[in-house]
């Protein structure tokens, strides 16, 4: 969004398509959460392979959090690639992340 209330796309809108809009959070508590989450078993992933949207990556570096990001991402191994957003029943969604996490066990 933009300070005179107006706001950006990166994917074309039909008209009539249903806008949803999301208050966001603390982004890189919310990863870290993730993180701990699945790192739960005293098991760290040998893998993940993550897909973002590009939009995280902008909001990181608006908000100067993408160092703290980084920092968060280096719990674990990783690779990917940012995107430009995922679709879900067809509609567009913006700001996620996607993963696979891989264990040898």
């Known amino acids: ?3 005179d209330g107006s706001i950006s796309f990166f994917s074309a809108l039909r008209e009539g398509e249903i806008l949803h ?3 966001g959070g603390e982004i890189v508590d919310a990863m870290s959460s993730y993180l701990e989450a699945l790192c739960h078993t005293d098991s760290t992933p ?3 392979i993550v897909f973002d949207c ?3 990556r902008i909001e990181l ?3 100067g959090k993408t160092t ?7 719990q674990v191994p990783f690779l990917g690639f940012s995107t430009f ?3 879900y029943h067809g509609q567009p ?3 996620t992340m996607t993963g696979v996490a891989f264990w040898n066990h």
């Open 1 to 3: 969004m933009h300070p």
């Open 61 to 63: 570096n608006l908000r």
């Open 54 to 56: 590009i939009s995280r």
């Open 21 to 23: 809009v999301a208050k």
């Open 93 to 95: 969604v913006k700001q």
């Open 68 to 74: 703290e990001m980084n920092g968060t991402l280096r």
């Open 85 to 87: 957003g995922e679709q």
């Open 46 to 48: 040998d893998l993940l």
